[in-house]
């Protein structure tokens, strides 16, 4: 791989960064390493600060939430992201803070992997498009309150539901609420949709896998309210509609790993998934 000669730094504000950042600047210095700029994931102005020079990669330090709005706001870029991780699972920022100085080192020489990984993208009824890395929820506007919505696959229905919303998942988004919700864990740079209702008033709504190529619509049939929230977070411009369209965005983006990074390892580690409740090897 090519060596990564000069890079931009963002970091979160509502975790401890300073310690992880002198770290990763101390070592891009001694690599002769060009910092372009660093900036706080919550500026106003982050595209402007982070385009004004061509890098090679954007160094995200935080959690995952840091990594999501960072991906969302430079997407244009069309620059590589690595993670580091100060927050607490790590999914999408697989660099813990002891090995910062070991990986990051690799990672500059040129010894790391890429993933490119896919997009949502939500049209609302009004025309406004947003990008999710995670997941889309259509959800009543009121806690414990039911809603009846319909599901298709382009004008295709498929189900019928009453339920307290619905969650369309992105592959990257399995291991996030989807995960919580009871869903199944996917291979991260698959092309799906993963469709789970929420809290359904049927015993068979059971989450659904479909292949990304085919646009989904979710329509409200009450006469309640609904909200829009994408990737956990409200968006003024689109928290009531009455329906809303999902497709694969026709951009994706890209993640630098480590040499050694098993996304299943990952899995196993951090949600203590597949383990056995007694170690069954003894």
């Known amino acids: 791989m090519k060596k990564i000669e000069k890079i931009s730094i963002i970091h979160s ?80 920022t697989d660099i813990d803070f002891d090995s910062i100085s070991t990986e990051l080192s690799k990672i500059i020489a040129g010894e790391h992997v890429s993933e490119e990984r896919p997009l949502l993208e939500l049209l609302t009824s009004k025309g406004i498009k947003k990008a999710a890395v995670n997941e889309i929820v259509f959800h009543s506007e009121k806690i414990a309150q039911m809603t009846s919505f319909s599901i298709y696959q382009e004008d295709n229905l498929i189900s019928k539901h009453k339920s ?12 996030g609420y989807l995960f919580s919700g009871g869903g199944p864990i996917i291979d ?50 689109i928290i009531e509609e009455s329906h809303i369209t999902i497709s694969q965005k026709d951009s994706t983006y890209t993640l630098i790993h480590p040499l050694n990074y098993d996304y299943f390892e990952a899995c196993r580690t951090k949600l203590s998934w597949g383990l056995p409740l007694v170690n069954i090897d003894e």
């Open 13 to 92: 504000v509502s975790r401890k960064y300073q310690g992880a950042l002198d770290i990763c600047v101390e070592v891009l210095k001694n690599s002769n390493v060009s910092i372009s700029s660093i900036s706080s994931i919550s500026s106003n102005d982050i595209y402007k600060e982070i385009s004004g020079e061509k890098v090679d990669l954007i160094l995200v330090i935080g959690g995952d939430g840091t990594m999501i709005s960072a991906i969302e706001s430079l997407l244009n870029l069309k620059t590589p992201f690595l993670g580091i991780n100060i927050g607490k699972l790590g999914f999408l």
């Open 188 to 237: 991260p740079t698959l092309s799906i949709f993963a469709i789970m209702p929420m809290f359904s008033q049927s015993a068979s709504s059971n989450p659904m896998i479909l292949t990304a190529d085919k646009k989904i619509k979710i329509k409200l049939e009450s006469q309640n309210k609904s909200l829009i929230v994408v990737d956990g977070h409200l968006d003024s411009d």
């Open 164 to 175: 307290d919303g619905v969650i369309v998942s992105s592959a990257t988004g399995s291991t």
